[in-house]
Every structure is written in structure tokens, then in C-alpha cells.
């Protein structure tokens, strides 16, 4: 395992290593063996902090949520600001600083596992993309928050398999919270206030022309935009909606179909029915059964 910087850790800092018994634990252990936190931490205003490494043995991401730094890899060297995450895969040659009179404010995590290429990847890490934005996001900040708090555990083996999979929830968080973010920065494009139209209209159709007036955008370029962010057009993103919607009333309710297809906005139960027969894989009857064997 690559050691963390030997910054000097004020009151509010954390910086955790996991010990070297419980990494073969976890490096073994079937629901851990793919993603698994070596070590991670929390540097407040970290006047002073850098790190330079020719080689690193294991996967290294870090957020900053506040302040400015640099990093560089290779020949590739850019400014690092508040939303930006560092993403630096084992091997990877790097160095970063904080910035001299506005030091950032960092959460990071050293991760190994069978898997950590796939999430690196994910992520969007590219050898001329080692930095990602996703904004100051508080559902981060929270998701970081609550990882470290394995450090208070007296090293139970059980509370690390959830660390480690509350790692891999994180690594997907930030890949929502990217796209989300993406959506944002777009003129005009807020992606969740859509979304949330999208929502609250559940019960009705919405027209390409109706959700492209609530982005304030083009019917090409809302759709087109859209398409970018979630990997699906806007009218068949609603239609998913709708059915998982209608998945949770068959679930919760005892509601016949017909009542179902009318709360999700179709007037015609057999044309629902067809609809959610090709969505989900089986009639709205055998989705219902299923769900309560």
C-alpha cells in the first residue's frame, strides 16, 4: 500500500490507515475482494499539503471541496478547484500541491481490489483526464463523512465489508452527482428541476416539445443534451419512470392494473400492459406475484 502524505495533521483532520491484517481480510473476502479502502482521510485547509510519487501501489481519488490546488501527471498539469476530484490509478506517476494562499480543503481514499480499474473507468479517468468535476456536493461530503467513521469501529471485520461497500456506493454517487453536475453548468439545462417535472407529471404524458420548454432549450438540443447525461432520450427516461412507478403501486397497493395504468397516465390498460411487458420483462399480474412470494 502507497503511504498517505506525512502532512501534519491538525485537530480537525483525520487520516486513517486500515491495518495490514484487515486488508488481507478484506483482499479475500467475497463481498470485498473488488473494491476494498486501504486507507483515507479528511484535510481541512491543508496549508503546506503535497505529494509527489514516481509509483503508487494502489488507487488514490481525492475531492476538494473548498480552496485550490495543482496536479500533475506526466506532462498533463492543470489547476484543481472546489468539485473537482483527482483520480489517480495505481502506477500512475503524479504530483499535487495545495495552493499557497487559498489551500484547499481535501477528502480522500486509497482503494485496491479486483475491480478498482473498472471503477477508475467509470469515473471517466482517461491518461489526459485525470481530473473530474462533480461540484460541491453535500451528498458527497455526507458519503465521505460516513466512510470514515470505520476508523472508529476497533477494527470490526463487519464494519469494514460495509466500509467497503459503502466505498463503492460512493465511487457510483460520484458518478450521479457528475452527470447531475454536467446538467447544471448547461445554459438554460437544469437536469434534476427536469427530472422532478418529470415526477410530479407522472400521472399525465409529457410531449418532447413540453419537456424541452421546461429546460428552456431547443426540442433537438434539449434531447440531444439529455440523451448525454443519462444514456436515454428524455420520452423513454419518463417511460421508465412511469414504469418503475407503477412497479411500486403493484408492490405497495392492491390496485388492479387498469387503476394502475390511469395513476401513471395511460388511459388504455392494454396498451400499459404491452408497454410494461417490453420495460420490465413479464406481465404487471406475474410483476405482482413475484414481489410477494
Request: charged residues 20%; hydrophobic residues 35%; contains cysteine.
Amino acid at each position: 500500500m502507497s503511504n498517505p502524505s506525512k502532512w501534519p495533521l491538525p485537530t480537525a483532520g483525520v487520516r486513517f490507515l486500515s491495518p495490514s491484517f484487515m486488508l488481507e481480510k478484506l483482499a479475500r473476502h467475497p463481498l470485498t475482494k473488488d473494491c476494498y479502502p486501504t486507507a483515507m482521510g479528511y484535510y481541512p485547509e491543508a496549508a503546506g499539503h503535497r505529494m509527489e510519487r514516481e509509483r503508487h501501489d494502489d488507487n488514490l481519488l481525492l475531492y476538494c471541496t473548498a480552496g485550490r490546488g495543482s496536479l500533475s501527471v506526466g506532462d498533463w498539469q492543470s489547476e484543481v478547484l472546489p468539485g473537482n476530484i483527482m483520480l489517480l490509478p495505481q502506477g500512475v506517476t503524479h504530483a499535487y500541491r495545495a495552493d499557497s494562499t487559498a489551500p484547499w480543503t481535501l477528502y480522500w481514499v486509497h482503494f485496491q481490489g479486483a475491480s478498482t480499474r473498472v471503477f477508475m473507468q467509470y469515473l471517466g479517468y482517461r491518461e489526459d483526464r485525470p481530473l473530474v468535476d462533480a461540484g460541491v456536493s453535500p451528498l458527497l461530503i455526507g458519503a465521505f463523512t460516513s466512510l470514515l467513521e470505520v476508523r472508529r469501529t476497533g477494527y470490526s471485520t463487519r464494519a469494514f465489508i460495509n466500509a467497503a461497500n459503502q466505498l463503492r456506493h460512493l465511487l457510483t454517487q460520484i458518478s450521479l452527482e457528475m452527470s447531475a453536475h454536467a446538467g447544471r453548468l448547461q445554459s438554460g439545462f437544469e437536469l434534476e428541476h427536469v427530472q422532478a417535472y418529470m415526477l410530479e407529471h407522472i400521472d399525465r404524458p409529457l410531449s418532447l416539445d413540453a419537456l424541452a420548454q421546461v429546460a428552456n432549450m431547443s426540442k433537438y438540443h434539449f434531447s440531444n443534451r439529455y440523451k448525454e447525461l443519462t444514456g436515454y432520450s428524455p420520452i423513454r427516461h419518463f417511460l421508465n419512470m412511469k414504469m418503475e412507478h407503477a412497479c411500486h403501486l403493484l408492490d405497495s397497493t392492491e390496485l388492479g392494473v387498469g387503476e394502475i395504468a390511469s395513476r401513471v397516465g395511460y388511459e388504455d390498460p392494454l396498451y400499459f400492459s404491452r408497454l410494461f411487458r417490453k420495460t420490465i420483462g413479464s406481465s404487471a399480474r406475474k410483476y405482482r406475484a413475484s414481489t410477494r412470494k
